[in-house]
Nanobody, 123 residues
Framework: QVKLVESGGGSVQAGGSLRLSCAAS????????MAWFRQAPGKEREGVAK???????SYADSVKDRFTISQDNAKNTLYLQMNSLKPEDTAMYYC?????????????????WGQGTQVTVSS
């Protein structure tokens, strides 16, 4: 049974940093394609960053040069380092696994989801 557990969310002021973690179990992790999504109140869930085999990364334009996605295969953990945070980054952040499709930023192509961790950025 695949299980994804996010942690590391919290409240920070604009310009601050947070690092999110997603611990994966029951999943062939080492060659996995995994991603981070976020969902703000009243908005659809959107793709933030994706990583493939721990090397190839893609980012939403809104977070490029501020966020970094990475994997630690030894710990079966996915990370999202978020710097220069803005109030518009406030959302529930989710990790996703088991991608089957072409547009990684669409939720319908991902089969497994964590429960989410809240990030709140104040101005």
């Amino acid at each position: 049974q695949v299980k994804l557990v996010e942690s590391g969310g919290g409240s920070v002021q604009a310009g601050g940093s947070l690092r999110l973690s997603c611990a994966a179990s029951g999943y062939t992790y080492s060659s996995a394609c995994m991603a981070w999504f976020r969902q703000a109140p009243g908005k659809e869930r959107e793709g933030v960053a994706k990583i493939n085999s721990g090397v190839l990364a893609s980012y939403a334009d809104s977070v490029k040069d501020r966020f970094t996605i990475s994997q630690d295969n030894a710990k079966n953990t996915l990370y999202l380092q978020m710097n220069s945070l803005k109030p518009e980054d406030t959302a529930m952040y989710y990790c996703a696994a088991d991608f089957k499709g072409t547009e990684w930023w669409l939720t319908l192509h991902w089969n497994y989801w964590g429960q989410g961790t809240q990030v709140t950025v104040s101005s």
